[in-house]
């Protein structure tokens, strides 16, 4: 991934530009070839003959370089988006390393995620434009470029010491095209701005590289503007290879508000927790019954999910959508992010958001009718809405977390406090399986969840209570494949969906932090290290890994599973060096409800 915190594109091992949204992470694609094929969209350049690749960040960013050696010679490509400029830019610098190397650039531009063909004009000898409808993408190289078949190709040789660029901006039709810059000064401050942000994060010793590639690929994710965070910049990248799991994540979750917030604050990103924290508020702002689980990166809530019939799909996998009816749901955990940020953001220091605790009355007052109904719960099934512990669960979290906010009245935490009590007796009651002595999916199923390992790290029981020991030992049962975890159950029914996905890295992470929890670091050191080894060659992770094929699933790269990464080395840290485990009990609360009945 390249991007300049507005949108982002993804470049592939073979020097093709494969998917490219603009001029927002959630615009349509100009490039789509991910999931299609070249006619889709695409911009390659990369040597004529065969030749073997490396790659790797330059100084820690995200300036992508690509080493590409073969018998003619060595030649790299520079890939990045300059952070600095009014619209978003690719630029791509070839520069020969040894010998005479003949290379080849073929663009093709289609808009509207690769179904609208563009008109292509020569402006001047360096200079094309390729406009169709409200959008233009002005090509600049001083290499010839030519129409060949509705392509643009340009066929060239670089030698070594020699430097050839390629800058591709995006403007709206109507406006002039944007000047032309200089690349390499481009590239200079790009470089400059990534590593100087990289090296502000506070974390030292073991694994420090590895969270420095994490932050900065949300960074990276990151919606300038306005702060929102996306959760991936791709959509409908599939679960299961050929199948019907396949959705947009070019948007903004409340789901991911407090584990995002926790990282950032923990590794010293003070600044980028507030506009997070200050973004989210933002966005649920309104009447508490019409809070969504997600939003646009501006906050917005109109995300209609629609199909894309022309697209084949990655690997053939249909239907490709864009939107997310997801948005529309339920899922009462939701509740329980929000008062779990607030609290993380005021014992993190940061100044509070406006009217946070005006927010926090009105959102429990709508939680306080609604937590004993069924939801569609943290994996967003399709199927019908559940009794989920873990909804259940978060439910208890946000009127916990209200019960010891100190600037409210005591009257109302006295309220809270009662309410959470109830609830926490509630899941004790109905969310236990009898005969095992563990949580489980839903009320009455016998079914295992991962989510339940959110139990002790949220404080709702601590990790020495046996029904908790009891759960572990039965995810780790049902859920461990291949040394990591599935999120659920899919053969169950339960998401009306057909069964098989990958291995979820996220829920990974959180046995990592639970053997931790319990002593077991041991155990969590081998499965962090293995998480490790599922990243590709530049230490990116999507949601999901098949570790029969090595090879990442999902949407690409996910926010979810790089917080998580993050929240674990620092997890593991901690735990190495303060016997009390501080990060930890940022999440890990102590329970207000009442020990008899519900704590053995």
Excluded at 527 to 542: M, P, Y
Excluded at 591 to 597: D, F, I, L, Q, R
Aim: aromatic fraction near 8%; include cysteine.
């Amino acid at each position: 991934m390249i991007g300049d915190m507005r949108t982002a594109a993804l470049v592939g091992r073979d020097g093709s530009i494969d998917w490219f949204c603009a001029p927002r992470f959630d615009s349509g694609a100009c490039f789509s070839a991910l999931l299609g094929d070249r006619d889709n969209g695409r911009w390659k350049i990369a040597p004529r003959r065969a030749a073997q690749v490396r790659r790797h960040y330059r100084r820690g960013g995200l300036v992508l370089e690509t080493r590409f050696e073969n018998q003619d010679g060595v030649v790299a490509i520079v890939d990045f988006m300059p952070v600095d400029e009014a619209q978003s830019s690719i630029v791509r610098m070839v520069i020969g390393r040894e010998g005479r190397v003949a290379m080849e650039s073929e663009l093709v531009i289609r808009f509207d995620y690769g179904v609208s063909v563009p008109w292509v004009t020569r402006v001047d000898r360096e200079t094309l434009t390729a406009v169709a409808g409200p959008s233009m993408l002005v090509l600049r190289t001083p290499v010839n470029m030519r129409g060949e078949d509705m392509h643009t190709v340009g066929r060239f040789t670089v030698k070594k010491g020699q430097t050839i660029p390629f800058v591709l901006s995006y403007s709206p039709s109507h406006l002039m095209p944007p000047a032309p810059g200089d690349a390499r000064e481009q590239l200079k401050r790009t470089e400059a701005f990534w590593h100087d942000w990289a090296w502000r994060c506070n974390v030292k010793g073991k694994w420090s590289g590895h969270v420095r590639r994490s932050l900065v690929t949300l960074k990276g994710l990151s919606f300038r503007p306005t702060g929102g965070i996306v959760a991936a910049p791709t959509t409908s990248l599939p679960e299961s290879l050929g199948g019907l799991r396949n959705w947009d994540y070019r948007f903004c979750w409340l789901r991911d508000a407090a584990f995002t917030l926790l990282a950032l604050l923990n590794a010293g990103y003070s600044e980028e927790a507030d506009d997070w924290q200050n973004w989210l508020l933002r966005a649920v702002a309104g009447s508490p019954d019409q809070v969504q689980i997600m939003y646009g990166v501006a906050g917005e809530r109109d995300l209609a999910e629609r199909e894309l019939d022309w697209l084949a799909g990655y690997a053939g996998s249909r239907p490709v959508r864009v939107g997310n009816a997801a948005s529309r749901q339920t899922q009462l955990d939701i509740y329980g992010e929000l008062a779990d940020v607030l609290e993380h953001a005021h014992r993190g220091g940061l100044a509070p958001a406006p009217r946070r605790n005006e927010l926090r009355i009105a959102f429990l007052a709508h939680l306080e009718k609604i937590w004993r109904l069924p939801d569609y719960g943290i994996w967003e099934i399709r199927g019908e809405p559940q009794h989920f512990v873990h909804s259940k669960v978060m439910a208890w979290v946000a009127f916990d977390r209200a019960a010891r906010a100190p600037a409210t009245a005591k009257a109302l935490r006295d309220r809270w406090k009662k309410i959470a009590a109830e609830i926490h007796a509630d899941i004790c009651a109905k969310g236990v399986d009898a005969a095992r002595g563990c949580f489980v999916q839903a009320y009455g199923s016998t079914r295992m969840d991962a989510a339940l390992l959110m139990l002790p790290i949220v404080g709702f029981l601590p990790p020495t209570d046996k029904r908790i020991k009891a759960t572990v030992a039965q995810i780790e049962k049902h859920l461990l494949a291949g040394g990591l975890l599935l999120r659920y159950e899919t053969a169950s029914g339960i998401d009306g969906l057909p069964p098989g996905e990958g291995l979820f890295l996220p829920c990974s992470f959180w046995l990592v932090d639970i053997y931790v929890l319990m002593g077991r670091r041991r155990q969590a050191v081998r499965l962090f290290e293995r998480l490790l080894k599922c990243r590709n060659d530049v230490g990116l992770l999507s949601e999901e890994y098949d570790p029969r094929t090595r090879r990442l699933l999902g949407n690409f790269p996910q926010a979810f599973s790089h917080v998580a990464l993050v929240n674990s080395a620092l997890c593991l840290l901690h735990a190495t060096r303060v016997k009390e485990r501080p990060h930890l009990q940022q999440r890990h609360q102590k329970s207000t409800a009442p020990v008899k009945g519900t704590i053995e």
